[in-house]
Nanobody
């Protein structure tokens, strides 16, 4: 069982930047693909970004390409999401997720961290 703890959310002005962190409890962190999802009020949870366990390749939702960057530090068991040029519509609860070991389907979820963008 992998436990994930997000941090770094908060209230930010539009145009600003933020870095979210997600720390994993499993010391074999490098075996897991990692991702970030978000859920805005009244909307379904959506995929934002992912990074593979194998070669560190990344993928992004079209709506965030060029503004969001996902990265991982296997030595610290942590995945990051750097968000630039924040928009009001980025307001959401951001969730960290991990796949099963060496897998592709997300099996573990964090509790989420709130990001609120003010105009």
């Amino acid at each position: 069982q992998v436990q994930l703890v997000e941090s770094g959310g908060g209230l930010v002005q539009a145009g600003g930047s933020l870095r979210l962190s997600c720390a994993a409890s499993d010391l074999s962190f490098r075996r897991y693909g990692m991702g970030w999802f978000r859920q805005a009020p009244g909307k379904e949870r959506e995929f934002v970004a992912g990074i593979s366990w194998s070669d560190g390749s990344t993928s992004y939702a079209d709506s965030v390409k060029g503004r969001f960057t996902i990265s991982r530090d296997n030595a610290k068991n942590t995945v990051y999401l750097t968000i630039n040029s924040l928009k009001f519509e980025d307001t959401a609860v951001y969730y960290c997720a991990a796949t099963s070991a060496y897998g592709q389907r997300y099996a573990y979820w964090g509790q989420g961290t709130q990001v609120t963008v003010s105009s």
